[in-house]
């Protein structure tokens, strides 16, 4: 079975520009979940997909937005580019109605924004 | 909110030693994760505990679910180089489809 694949691998924006990531979560999942993660703030959840509705958000400005389509595949936008969005983006898939909630990352996009 | 804390947050240590890893909550988990996070990759699940009380063994690695589900351990004994990495543990609630994250042990093993 394919795992989770995230597109692109890496990417450097400019202030100011928007960018979309993509990711492909595991045959059968119906949950994608974004995360952040930089090295002061550990791992921060953005937004949660689950049969493309957005079932829950972390504490990120509405410039973070995403969606998911019908095949689960979901997409992660960021509108108006800051220094401070530099991170790695991960996208997980899990199932999303199993109680045990285990997830499974994909390798994330490296976003540096000069 | 629930949160999760780890301790420690850094250990480095020698090739051949012990180390136990702990995760503490003052909120009740359904489940608790641990995954490994190599440099410039995404964290890999290691286990799943779900019962109060639970004991997993992988290997040399050995994760522990409290009883009252609000803390975990996980335990390496012989540490070896490759087990180098950051150490995750996701707590899942009764909210469905969101899970806490502790923030992490960096555990170096030298040679």
């Known amino acids: 079975k394919a795992g989770v694949t995230q597109t692109p691998r890496y990417l450097i924006k400019t202030r100011g520009q928007q960018v979309t990531l993509s990711c492909s979560p595991i045959?059968?999942?119906?949950?994608v979940s974004w995360y952040q993660q930089t090295p002061g703030q550990g791992l921060q959840f953005l937004f949660e997909?689950?049969?493309?509705?957005?079932?829950n958000k972390g504490n990120f400005p509405g410039r973070f937005s995403g969606r998911q389509f019908s095949n689960s595949r979901s997409e992660m936008n960021v509108s108006t580019l800051e220094l401070g969005d530099s991170a790695l983006y991960l996208c997980a898939s899990s199932l999303g109605d199993s109680p045990s909630y285990e997830q499974y990352f994909g390798p994330g996009t490296r976003l540096t924004v000069t | 909110t629930q949160l999760l804390e780890q301790s420690p947050q850094f250990l480095s240590i020698q090739e051949g030693e012990n180390l136990t890893v702990y995760c503490n909550s003052s909120?009740?988990?359904?489940?608790l994760q641990w995954y490994r996070q190599e440099p410039g990759e995404g964290p890999v699940l290691l286990v799943t505990v779900v019962t109060g009380g639970e004991v997993k063994k992988l290997k040399r690695l050995t994760f522990q679910f409290g009883d009252a589900r609000k803390d975990s351990s996980l335990h390496i004994t012989a540490a070896q180089p490759g087990d180098t990495g950051l150490y995750l543990c996701?707590?899942?609630?009764?909210?469905?489809?969101?899970?806490?994250f502790g923030d992490g042990t960096t555990l170096t093993v030298k040679p």
């Open positions: 045959s059968g999942h119906r949950s």
């Open positions: 997909y689950f049969s493309e509705t957005q079932r």
């Open positions: 909120s009740v988990f359904s489940s």
């Open positions: 996701a707590g899942a609630g009764t909210n469905a489809g969101k899970s806490t």
